[in-house]
């Protein structure tokens, strides 16, 4: 038995060609990987946040003072989504439930555009605001615009995740 095993495991030369097929192996792994690594970052997404960057880059002040002089105001929004849809619960500074002329949401992916979509919301009679259309599950972000008298109150953007069943988690 032990001459059996001595014959089998009997060492052998190693020649160059031993390390040519290691140097080809090891490479051949690493090339592919980084071809089917570009090949999804390609058609996943396309990387695009703003169509124009410098144009972007010059209206940042004006929308960071608007923002600022929303943000004043004190207004607060809850979000929920369950199996019927997405509401939005809006209050004041004093966390009274607030009404507004307009409540809009555009949502989005954090990555990829293939499900963002833009949500219009009615208010029901306790003044929540409510659209209908599930959301799958995984990932959103929220930005939410809501308008009292041509000028909007509130305008931020939530990220929330939601589960299976529909319901939101915070």
Known sequence: MMQMLRAIFQPTEFTGKHMLAILVAFFGVIITVNLMMARFA???WSGL???NTYVASQQFNGKAEEARAISALGYEVDLGANADGLQIT???RDGRVARADEVT???RRPVGTHEDRELV???NQAGIYVADGRL???EWIAH???VKDGQAIYHKARRF???ADGSVLK
């Open 90 to 92: 809006l209050t004041d």
């Open 161 to 163: 995740h939601v589960e």
């Open 121 to 123: 919301f009615n208010a």
């Open 144 to 146: 939410v615009t809501a």
């Open 136 to 138: 799958a599950e995984g």
């Open 105 to 107: 949401a555009s949502l």
């Open 49 to 51: 946040v703003v169509p």
């Open 42 to 44: 390609i058609t996943s």
